[in-house]
Structure formats: structure tokens, C-alpha cells
């Protein structure tokens, strides 16, 4: 399976997609939905790993998801952190922000799962 979606804790607090090598973006779509569909099933707030590090491509047409994306947002949506997102991909994202700018509230970029959990502690702790 080229993308994994599961519970990074047993709270149900984080959810994790992680992409592995070669993925497409119908797979990538489909993932983001079913990861959507598994935060709807808690009523907490929910924050979003997105691990890149294993990637080896990147396909093309993704914006054109974008919309979908924006109109399925879970409302218990907490940060989103994106971990080793290229460069390009990060500019890409930027651009859809402009059109979907709900799809950016509290997002990050990180580099490693540590740097994603101390910005995930700081921001509850803020909250709180």
C-alpha cells in the first residue's frame, strides 16, 4: 500500500498518513477521504501527520483534488504538519492555499515525527 492512514495514539488525537515510495494522486485523494472519513468517527480534535519522508515521486494533477478536499473537511480538524514535504510540493500547497485558505489553518513543515509532536504538545498546551 502505497499510503497509510492510522491512529498515531490510542486517544484517537493524531492521525497519521504516511506515503511510501510511488504513489499516485487518485491514491493520495483516496487516502485523504478515508482519513476524513476515520476523524469523523471521534468527536475530539484531531491533528494531521502527513509523512513524506519515504516518497519517491510526485505526482502530477495534484490541485485538481483541492476543492473536494476543502468541501469534506472534518470540523474537529486540529494542525495539520507535513514531515519532509519537497520543496516544490510545499509551493504548490502555497498556491492552493490561496484559493482553499481553510485547508491552511495551522498548517506546518517539519522535518522529523519529534519536530511534529513538540509543535503538537506546544500547541495544546497553548489551548488549554
Do not use: C
Amino acid at each position: 500500500m502505497p499510503i497509510n492512514v492510522s491512529w498515531d495514539n490510542p486517544e484517537k488525537t493524531i492521525i497519521r498518513q504516511d506515503i511510501n515510495a510511488y504513489w499516485t494522486a487518485e491514491e493520495y485523494g483516496e487516502s485523504v477521504l478515508e482519513m476524513y472519513d476515520t476523524m469523523k468517527t471521534v468527536t475530539q480534535t484531531v491533528d494531521i501527520v502527513v509523512d513524506m519522508t519515504q516518497i519517491r515521486n510526485f505526482p502530477t494533477r495534484m490541485l485538481a483534488s483541492a476543492p473536494r478536499f476543502n468541501d469534506r473537511l472534518p470540523p474537529n480538524r486540529g494542525l495539520t504538519i507535513g514531515i519532509n514535504v519537497p520543496h516544490h510540493l510545499v509551493s504548490i500547497v502555497r498556491i492552493a492555499l490561496r484559493l482553499y485558505p481553510r485547508l491552511g489553518r495551522n498548517l506546518h513543515f517539519v522535518t522529523t515525527m519529534d519536530d511534529a509532536r513538540t509543535i503538537i504538545e506546544r500547541h495544546r498546551q497553548r489551548v488549554r
